[in-house]
């Protein structure tokens, strides 16, 4: 048979509003919470976690929603929001939408119902801030911000990395540098107008190219690019791309660095291992996450808190990709 909170309060010799206040972390004395957890340990109870939730209208989870998990970055960026999430001693409910902004919206109606403390999420471009601001919690947006809306960010100085990346190709000898750029978030939007940026303040013709954020979208996009007009530099807006610029140049026997260099972002495992070593932007992935959810804590405790806009460096890391020919 289940064990109930009367067995607590009756091995207790307590009342049950006083097991329920132990519990809660509520007013009473420390002999009463040392004689109520003992008998919680004896009796095994274990709290009706449902039925607090409908109690307080908020539960102990927070909701994270991210654009593709298959995604190394945002697999990184879900294991650093559930060890900080786990740190302040609260769950994570993760959802992954694909870039579908069907699954979006059913997911955003789910975190609702399921009463989450707050929710951290990356949208899609399609995203209204009006339906984000329906589901009736704190949020905090990572990765990719949403202009002009009262949410909470965490973001990266992509105008800074975008630049540093075509500084840099430039200085090897590259002048026909080409970009693919993911087409739905803001952040592959802003990445492909400040890399355009850059070039045109080199004197550089941009050349660049969007694409949905997968390894198979990206390598049918880049074998357009390369068809179309041969660059001698690639920057990649993503590691999915990447890797897609990898295998694209492998097939076609496309040497790297001495035809085609490639830049990109996100430093995953694999991008020090192949040869040449690929250089890439490293993003502070644990960084994101840990301010994600201590920014999202904050605004829990203090709705009224002014919006709070986040923005973390990346790191140029320079391997044989972009050597110099």
């Known amino acids: 048979m289940s064990v109930s909170i ?5 091995a207790a010799g307590v009342s049950t509003s006083t097991v329920s206040r132990a519990l809660g972390k509520g007013p009473v004395s420390a002999e009463v919470l040392r004689r109520v957890e003992s008998a919680v340990a004896a009796t095994g109870y274990r709290p009706n976690l449902a039925a607090r939730q409908l109690r307080s209208q908020r539960s102990m989870a927070v909701g994270l929603i991210v654009a593709d998990i298959r995604n190394p970055f945002f697999t990184q960026l879900s294991r650093a929001v559930e060890d900080a999430a786990y740190a302040a001693g609260m769950r ?3 959802c992954n939408t694909d870039e579908d902004p069907a699954r979006e919206a059913m997911y955003l109606e789910l975190m609702a119902e399921e009463r989450v403390s707050g929710l951290i999420m990356t ?3 399609h995203l209204s801030p009006a339906v984000l601001a329906r ?3 704190p949020v905090v947006l990572v990765d990719r911000a949403m202009p002009e809306t009262d949410f909470d960010s965490i973001v990266l100085d992509n105008a800074r990395a975008s630049a540093e990346l075509v500084d840099h190709l430039v200085a ?4 026909r540098i080409a970009g693919l750029f993911g087409s739905t978030s803001a952040t592959g939007m802003e990445r492909r107008a400040e890399v355009e940026a850059a070039l045109e303040r080199h004197g550089l013709p941009a050349r660049s190219a969007l694409s949905l954020p997968s390894f198979d979208a990206g390598h049918a996009a880049l074998a357009e690019l390369l068809e179309r007009d041969m660059p001698d530099a690639l920057i990649l807006s993503n590691g999915l791309f990447v890797r897609a610029a990898l295998k694209l140049c492998h097939e076609r026997r496309i040497p790297i660095p001495g035809r085609l260099a490639i830049a990109g972002f996100d430093d995953e495992v694999w ?3 192949v040869d040449p070593g690929i250089t890439v932007i490293r993003q502070p992935v644990e960084e994101f ?3 994600a959810m201590q920014t999202l804590l904050a605004r829990i405790g203090a709705a009224k808190m002014r919006p709070r806009r986040i923005v973390l460096a990346g790191e140029l890391i320079v391997r044989g990709s972009t050597a110099p020919v």
């Open 6 to 10: 009367k067995d607590v309060a009756r």
């Open 271 to 273: 991008t020090d291992l």
């Open 135 to 137: 589901v009736g919690r």
């Open 289 to 291: 996450g840990r301010e």
């Open 123 to 125: 949208p899609t471009r």
């Open 172 to 175: 090897s000898g590259r002048r």
């Open 92 to 94: 994570v409910l993760l």
